[in-house]
C-alpha cells in the first residue's frame, strides 16, 4: 500500500460499492477509519437509498476528486409511475396519485424518448443545491416551497428492460440510464410520470459507474469493515494502529488516472520540469484535461491541454529540491 509524502496514510482512489441506507458522509468516516487517516473525500454523492459505486479518494488521491466530480454516469434504477413523491423518490410522502390504465408500453417509449438526448431539467427540490447559500433540502423540510430553475443536462442512454402493471396506481419500469453529471435521476421518474400524466418516483437505485469506474473494481464496505474488526478482535485492542490496517484495494495514483483520463507519455526532462511548476508543449493538444505520466509509470501532473501549452492543474509528484 503506497504512503502519502506526509505519511498521513494511502495515497489512491477507493471504489466502494456503497450500502442502502449510507450516506456518502458516512461512508468516508468509516473509510477515514479503515485506513488509519482523515484526508479521505468523495467524487459526489449519492442518496442514502442509493446503493453502488461511490468513488473515493485518499492522501493524494483526494486532488484527483476535483477532475472526477465532472465524470459521466450510469445507473440501474426502479421508476413507479401514478405515484408522485415530495422527493421524487421511496423515501418522501406521497402527494398523488393516479390510476395508471392507461398507461402502455407504447406510450412509454415515446416519453423515455422525450427525456433522451440533450434536456433542460429541473432539479429535485430535495436536492443539496444551494438557494442563497442554503441547501435546497433543507428549505424544503423547512416548510418553504423551492423551485429551482432548470439546467442543461445530457442523457445518453434510457433504456427499458422490463414494465408491468403493480396495481391500481403503480406501473413499474426496471430501467438503465447513462446520465452527464449534474442529472438527477429521481427528476427523470418524476418527469416521466409528469409526461405521461400519472406522476412518478424513483423506488430504486444503484449507480453502476462514475466514469471509468465501474462495480467490476469496486469493494464491499462490509467486507471492509469485517477484516478490520477481525484484525481488531485479534490484536484485542478498541483500534488498530496505521501498521496493523488490513490493506484496502487502492486503486493507485497512476492507475486511477489511466482508467478515466487521455494520457501524455512524458520524457524525463518533460517530468522534471513539471515537477518544477513549469509549462510544456502539449501532448494532446484540444483534450482539456490530460493526465501527465513519467517514463517509469508515475502520475506525475494533471494538465490543462487545450492550448499549444500544457499547464499543470495539479502536481502529484513534485520534483525533489536540487
Known sequence: ??????????????????????????????????????????????????????????????????????????????????????????????????????????????????????????????????????????????????????????????????????????????????????????ALARDLGSALGVGGHLTALRRTRVGGYALDVAADLKGLTAAYDAARTRLGVDRLDRADLPALPLLDLATAARAQFPAHELTAEEATALGYGQRIGSGVPGEGVVAGFAPDGRLVAMLDETRAQARSLVVLAPAEPR
Open 1 to 186: 500500500m503506497a504512503r502519502s509524502r506526509d505519511a498521513d496514510g494511502p495515497d489512491g482512489l477507493l471504489v466502494v460499492d456503497k450500502p442502502a441506507g449510507w450516506t456518502s458522509h458516512d461512508v468516508v468516516g468509516r473509510v477515514r477509519r479503515l485506513a488509519g487517516t482523515r484526508k479521505v473525500g468523495h467524487a459526489g454523492t449519492l442518496d442514502p437509498m442509493a446503493t453502488g459505486v461511490l468513488v473515493l479518494g485518499l492522501g493524494r488521491g483526494t486532488r484527483l476528486l476535483t477532475f472526477l466530480v465532472g465524470c459521466d454516469k450510469a445507473y440501474d434504477a426502479t421508476i413507479r409511475l401514478g405515484q408522485a413523491t415530495v422527493t421524487d423518490d421511496a423515501e418522501g410522502e406521497v402527494t398523488a396519485t393516479t390510476p395508471v390504465d392507461g398507461v402502455t408500453p407504447e406510450r412509454v417509449a415515446a416519453a423515455v424518448a422525450g427525456l433522451t438526448g440533450a434536456i433542460e431539467q429541473v432539479p429535485s427540490a430535495v436536492s443539496a443545491i444551494k438557494v442563497d447559500g442554503r441547501r435546497s433540502y433543507a428549505r424544503v423540510r423547512s416548510g418553504e416551497d423551492v423551485e429551482l430553475p432548470a439546467r442543461p443536462v445530457t442523457v445518453s442512454r434510457f433504456d427499458i428492460h422490463d414494465q408491468r402493471v403493480a396495481g391500481e396506481t403503480a406501473y413499474d419500469l426496471d430501467v438503465s440510464v447513462e446520465v452527464s453529471s449534474g442529472t438527477y435521476v429521481r
